[in-house]
């Protein structure tokens, strides 16, 4: 079956960065964009880009453009997303997606980054 | 200021149908499809219309999706307790470049 696994919760301080990785298992990887979402607390789904898994093609939001990288590791069938310079307003619910726009979603679990001094 | 706007909020009683509308412009639900996604209470959110009017596998056809210029539709008939959630459209944003949600409508089934 389909599975999708996140890393865990991270607690970050100000200025740092931090890697979220979602692993993939059950379909073929290469086969979906693997998308990257956000979520802060109470607040509305954010995108923040997407890697084409098959050539490692990315495209990032305007907004997150100068401190985001994704990558993956298609051995691994595994992607990351790495943010740089974390501030407070970076506190939020980071999922990965892949397939975003259909006809299939398979969705991570969503791992919790947490910026506080 | 919201790309792509919709209610707070929209609810009804269990069997009754629902409607929540997306608005957009011509830079997005104008040119593009419309896609929406139901986040239940904790959860992830999950595609339920794709392509503005298509049902992914396994989402029941109570759920339709309908784009009209620059606005688009949620139907949910035969409203179920379950269905008590979080939607959100989304659509391409040719002058952002970029994927944009709308704030969300929250579903009360009374």
């Known amino acids: 079956q389909v599975q999708v696994v996140q890393s865990a919760t991270e607690v970050k301080k100000p200025g740092a960065s931090v890697r979220v990785s979602c692993k993939t298992s059950?379909?073929?990887?290469?086969?979906?964009?693997l998308h990257w979402v956000r979520q802060a607390p109470g607040q509305r789904l954010e995108w923040m880009g997407w890697i084409n898994t098959g050539n490692g093609n990315t495209k990032y939001s305007q907004k997150f453009q100068d401190r985001v990288t994704m990558s993956r590791d298609t051995s691994a069938t595994t992607g990351y997303m790495d943010l740089s310079s974390l501030t407070s307003e970076d506190t939020a619910v980071y999922y990965c997606?892949?397939?975003?726009?259909?006809?299939?979603?398979?969705w991570g679990q969503g791992t919790l980054v947490i910026v506080s001094s | 200021q919201s790309v792509l706007t919709q209610p707070p909020s929209a609810s009804g009683t269990p069997g009754q149908t629902v409607d929540i509308s997306c608005s957009g412009s011509s830079s997005n639900i104008g040119v593009n499809y419309v896609f929406w996604y139901q986040q239940l209470p904790g959860a992830a959110p999950k595609l339920l219309i794709y392509k503005s009017d298509q049902r992914p596998s396994g989402v029941p056809d109570r759920f339709s999706g309908s784009k009209s210029a620059t606005s688009a539709s949620l139907a949910i008939r035969g409203l179920r307790s379950e269905d008590e959630a979080d939607y959100y459209c989304a659509a391409w944003d040719d002058r952002l470049s970029g994927y944009v949600f709308g704030p969300g409508t929250r579903v009360t089934v009374l």
């Open positions: 059950g379909y073929s990887f290469t086969s979906y964009a």
């Open positions: 997606a892949s397939g975003l726009t259909g006809p299939v979603d398979y």
